[in-house]
């Protein structure tokens, strides 16, 4: 059983289209986080989320991106206006504290047209 | 900064064969851990091991064995009689004591064949 589950498992999309990437997790954990992986490449950190906001973000993680708890369980991930250079996996990773063992959602795979 | 590196792209084996896959890691902070995680073909990452920096006992985890030395900034994780399941990409990364943010090696492709 996954500590943390994404949908959609894959999407696709046309450029220019705003796209929702959503994690739940199965338990009540603390820090949130996004990471991606372009095809054949390593895994990128985007971001982390902490009580409500923000607390770190990379490079990566400009303009387009945001991220939000709507209802206190979900965790979004949300994508403006999709590049095509945005095609990735997008993985979701919780933990309960800071220094935590992280676990890994199943990806989300986001393919842009 | 961080920096990972695994310097193996891809290693081919036998079945039965012992495998290492080799990870050197750079930071300037006295305090990290370091990460190993396996992502099979279907492409979940799964998590296998966190070791922190002040912890340098090898572990031991059925035929998984892991090997960190400090002297030489390497954290490398060995495959003992491996089998055609234990084929996947193995990304080892390391964070810093402030937050989770990991910092993942390019990874190394593992190809069992029986």
């Known amino acids: 059983e996954p500590e943390v589950t994404q949908t959609p498992s894959h999407q696709v999309t046309q450029m220019g289209q705003e796209v929702i990437l959503r994690c739940v997790p199965i338990?009540?954990?603390?820090?949130f986080y996004w990471y991606r992986q372009i095809l054949g490449q390593k895994v990128e950190f985007l971001v982390s989320f902490y009580n409500n906001e923000i607390s770190e973000k990379s490079e990566i993680f400009d303009d387009q991106f945001s991220v939000e708890r709507p209802d206190g369980s979900n965790f979004t991930l949300k994508i403006r206006s999709t590049k095509l250079e945005d095609s990735a996996m997008y993985f979701c990773?919780?933990?309960?504290?800071?220094?935590?063992?992280?676990?890994f959602g199943e990806g989300s795979r986001l393919t842009v047209l | 900064a961080q920096k990972v590196t695994q310097a193996q792209t891809e290693i081919s084996v036998v079945e039965k064969e012992d495998v290492t896959l080799d990870c050197v890691y750079e930071?300037?902070?006295?305090?990290?851990?370091l990460f190993w995680y396996k992502q099979p073909p279907s492409g979940e990452l799964v998590f296998l091991i966190r070791?922190?920096?002040?912890?340098?006992q090898n572990e031991i985890s059925g035929r998984y064995s892991w090997n960190f030395q400090k002297s030489t900034s390497s954290f490398n994780f060995t495959i003992t009689a491996s089998q055609v399941v234990d084929s996947a990409v193995y990304f080892c990364a390391l964070s810093v004591e402030y937050g989770n943010k990991l910092v993942f090696g390019a990874g190394t492709i593992l190809r069992v064949k029986s």
């Open positions: 930071t300037r902070d006295t305090t990290y851990y």
């Open positions: 990773a919780i933990s309960d504290r800071a220094l935590g063992e992280l676990f």
């Open positions: 338990s009540n954990h603390l820090y």
């Open positions: 070791r922190n920096s002040f912890d340098e």
